[in-house]
């Protein structure tokens, strides 16, 4: 208890580790957001801004593609010209506003894709726009035409003239001479495309260092559930749904309020891995073949490895990543067993496959009562899952059943909300 009690978590170094898993829709963006964010900061520094302005910009450059959710939506942005850029901006705004720790920023990624228009996009409707939306703007742009497969000073004078030509009209011209005047030095393209960008990230100024209390970093959680689980109608309200389930069933079993808190954060996050895992393959309706479930078996190590890079969420990480581990060590990936098992993810595992199996999906209505006590009550008798939790689960099967239905019909309106447009405001500016 004494650990998670000292548990300390910076708000820096967990976004810039979670922005890296909003590029594993598509490998081709990778380290995408961070070097948008070393980019904009050298933009920002340049540009005179001061250090808390410049974390803002670091904050909403690390989130900016949050509105993000599809492989097709992912590609398009590699085009210069985006079509259609407002959407996946209003829609990340939307996702971010309400949450207390980011939502200063979250006009900034509502705006990062405002054009310049003589001058005109220095407002949003009657809003002014943050000066760090355009730097991200431009920042964004920049590393989009940035070729990762040729020199990077060879690229320097067609990038620089590419921007140029569109100063004014995309770009604030007086931010596209701030980058005409970093573009002289080599360094600047050297870190724009250093390929060790964690090292830049963590090494740079402009990294918040604020620690997060166990309230934010609920939020910061609860937030990237929705980045996991939106990107697909099958699974859109899967981590709320393990997230309650799991948090009352840890109280249930005589875990402490702040463990309690930690679990459900644990069940937020459980399923991050799955943002390396195909689309296609989430949305299967039927059984998934041996090569499908060999690539969906991976999610739990890509879990475990991006929860890794978090100093301070050691215990979650465990709770969350192996929820796939089974009691007779048959699980995976790691095939721990037994006491080396942590009760944690004993609790995950059962709150995981009880959510699994009552909720509804696209292609199928959720087991009844009868059949699910059934099914978890088996794997128990298989030993795959802890019989004490099990049996503390069934005792109180119709409560879980009951905050995990609750949750999931507000959150499945918020994921409605999002894709229908709900939230957008309908000032939307001429310039976009």
């Known amino acids: 208890m004494e650990m998670l009690s000292n548990m300390k978590v910076k708000l820096g170094a967990l976004l810039a580790t979670f922005s890296k898993t909003l590029d594993y829709v598509d490998r081709t963006l990778s380290n995408h957001h961070l070097r948008v964010a070393i980019i904009a900061d050298d933009i920002a520094k340049t540009s005179g801004l001061s250090r808390q302005v410049r974390r803002d910009i670091f904050v909403a450059a690390t989130l900016h593609d949050i509105g993000v959710f ?44 405002i054009r310049w228009d003589d001058g005109r996009g220095r407002y949003f409707g009657e809003e002014e726009v943050h000066q760090g939306a355009h730097i991200i703007h431009l920042a964004d742009r920049i590393e989009i035409l940035l070729d990762k497969g040729i020199g990077v000073l060879q690229q320097r004078d067609p990038i620089v003239k590419a921007i140029s030509s569109r100063a004014n009209t995309l ?80 109280r249930l079993v005589g875990f402490s309020s702040l463990e309690c808190r930690l679990v ?34 991976s999610h739990t190590y890509y879990s475990y490895t991006i929860l890794n890079l978090v100093k301070g969420l050691e215990t979650v990480n465990m709770w969350a990543s192996f929820h796939h581990e089974r009691m007779d060590g ?26 699994a199996i009552s909720e509804d999906r696209p292609y199928r209505k959720g087991m009844d009562k009868e059949t699910a006590l059934f099914v978890i009550q088996d794997l128990g008798s298989k030993n795959a899952l802890d019989r004490a939790i099990i049996k503390t689960a069934v005792a109180h099967f119709d409560y879980l059943d009951e905050v995990r239905h609750d949750v999931q019909v507000r959150v499945r309106q918020e994921y409605k909300n999002l894709k229908t447009g709900i939230c957008f405001s309908d000032n939307r500016p001429k310039n976009t």
């Open 70 to 113: 599809s492989l097709r939506e992912k590609l398009s942005l590699g085009d210069y010209d985006i079509k259609n850029p407002y959407e996946h901006a209003e829609k990340g705004y939307c996702m971010i506003k309400e949450f207390v720790v980011l939502n200063n920023v979250a006009p900034i990624v509502r705006h990062h894709h």
């Open 171 to 250: 770009f604030d011209p007086r931010l596209v001479e701030v980058f005409a005047d970093l573009s002289e030095k080599e360094c600047f393209w050297f870190d724009a495309s250093y390929s060790e960008v964690n090292e830049l990230i963590f090494n740079s100024e402009a990294i918040p260092e604020k620690e997060l209390n166990i309230d934010e970093l609920e939020e910061v959680a609860r937030l990237f559930s929705h980045v996991i689980d939106f990107r697909s109608v099958f699974t859109a309200v899967h981590s709320a749904g393990v997230s309650e389930v799991a948090s009352a069933l840890a």
């Open 330 to 355: 048959k699980g995976y990936p790691f095939h721990f067993k037994g006491d080396s098992l942590p009760i944690g993810s004993r609790i995950m595992a059962v709150a995981d496959v009880l959510t």
């Open 264 to 297: 459900a954060i644990a069940g937020y996050l459980h399923d991050i891995g799955k943002l390396a895992v195909p689309t296609e393959i989430l949305e299967k309706p039927g059984k998934l073949d041996e090569a499908e479930m060999n690539i969906m078996k």
